[in-house]
DNA sequence: CATGAATGAGTATTCATTCAT
DNA sequence: AATGAATGAATACTCATTCAT
């Protein structure tokens, strides 16, 4: 038992190392240029160990991304009372822009959609996860802005993807074209622009 | 002389075969998974010919892309005598979703991002093109537009890219996921929705 | 003493299911296709047990066809009183191509053959006992024969390689190339003419 | 044209080679143990002009295997005026030995019953070219000289299949086993013998 | 004594690019 | 100028064997 619960945990370790090199590894590389062998050998491991772990290269890609989209992250706690509407939609903006650079779901999101045309399924799970999802835990928050009367009556949906199309407009998209991109010094600035807008629209 | 504009004209020819076989085998496979062999095949060239025209499989790619960009379009002419507001609005988002789709930016998108990591000074250029320049057009339509007071004075910059920020959500974005993706049976009436937020914006 | 009993026990129940798993997979893939993890998995053995009884893959590989070898069979007490020649020809015939194919002897050779250059004494052995020892029992059988007045006096060596040589060339020649040979329908008849020419020959 | 002819030339002279250095590695190492690397290099050709000459290592081994099974020779013109019928089945009994030895069939042999399980195709075809077409031309003798009255009228195909058998009962059958199998000093005599046994059956 | 995770050497195959003709 | 044969470096994946627990 206790033989087993000692080989569980090094495998583990092994596996989470493996994650992380891979991760940084496809960050730098991209999927083709990326090298199993690499890999391995940054996370320590032989390539016999690596293939024990992940039947194939597509095998470790689709578990990095899986790995990375968990912390897509909900924005449940973001309502605090004393909280105005201009407060809670800024703190709403700076959640998403923190997932969207810090987790580095820019950079693995250019991966996937480099990987469409060969691994179709990987991206379309990855939308639905990166896209779909974090949009229905915005909506929710609108939703409950709405139901305080906070924000007018109106098509929450719709609201919140105006919202996160204006957000990527202005923050992902380029960074999609961009490796080296980062945030503009007058980011803050834009997101009070974008409230402005938002509540000219929505405002209770 | 005549021979000279002969052969020039030949390896013309041949050049708009290659670049033509190269964007078919590109779009099909991505970069990385393309083959010089084989697009020297489809353009009925040798390899030698092939390298003799493009140095490298990345100024060939590069060349792919630049020519693809050419078709981006100007907008100049979509203001007609007649046209309500809503018309141009109406327009101006067809034409764009018309280069987008037809012409198949989406999907050399997908493959310049791919190419953020090897060849960042290509996605960039294309970033250039395929964003600000096309912004820059459509901006010079809502110029006009206000200067004929069919809407309100506002920054056009902005209400720019509110506008494709909007259309990238809704149509642009999920196709960057999806190789099959196809324009939604009810797009013109997302496309009245977007003209309403609009015009309840910057509506004269 | 019990308990070494007891251990001794299970460890040659588990020789007995590695070389049984072995031989399966070793028929199935032939040498270099057969995985020791696989065989191990089947005879429900970890790797480093197999190991501790089998030093290496060839060892493993010599155990099994030795194995396989001891059922070459004893043709001894086929002589029955009351049979007359041909019962007794048939009877060898019919007892030989029983231990060339319901004892796999047939696949086991292939693969030994197949394993000529990289394990030449194995085959060497092999040929030993699957040859040189069979035509020495089934020799017996004939020196009995004519020293019963059965079969003209002749050299008996011969008289068995000449059998052994054409039972081979009907039936043990085409299955080497045929994995999945069968003996024919007119196996029966086959043998009897065999019979015939062997009496022509050597009859009383 | 001229150019088209040398490269021709050239090409066959390089196709020649690596079948040349892939039947020496096949004989030394069996198919398995074979390396493609190692037969590029003893054929002084890169790997990757080999696969231009052969899609895989499994083709490489056909071509060789087709290659040498055309020396398989045909019999027709042993028949000689003057001859007696001992002195053609001599004949005969030694050109079937020299093709299987000194055009190394035995060994061709050894390596494609090897791969029965891996390659059934390759191997029953062969066994028709080394087997039946064989019997045929041998038997296509036999069906002269017993029209020549030099043989007693009987079953040819049969007569052909029982030296064929006893042939190789003698010097096949242990040369399959044994990779440094060299024909006996009294080969020679074992065939007078066989000779012997033949003439008693179906001498006229 | 048994385990199964870990190893590292080995291998077929691909592909952008060059060069002799 | 055009060819296509030739290159060699690169890479994902496998497998017999060992070792810490």
Known sequence: MSLDTHRRNVSDKKRTAILKAALDNFLRNGFSRAGMAEIAREADVSTATLYKHFDSKETLFAAVVKRASQSVGDYSGIL???DTVRDILRKLSKAYLTVQFDHKANALMRIVIAEVPGAPKLATEM???????????????????IERGMLKPHDAAFSTRLGAGMLKE?????????????????????IEVLADVFLELYGA
Chains 1, 2, 3, 4 share one sequence.
């Open 80 to 82: 605090e009372p004393g």
């Open 127 to 145: 939308y639905e996860v990166l896209a779909n999802r974090r949009n229905d835990t915005l909506m929710a928050v609108m939703d409950a802005m």
């Open 170 to 190: 202005l923050f992902v998209w380029p960074a999609l074209f961009d490796a080296d991109y980062k945030l503009p010094p007058d980011t803050d600035k834009k």
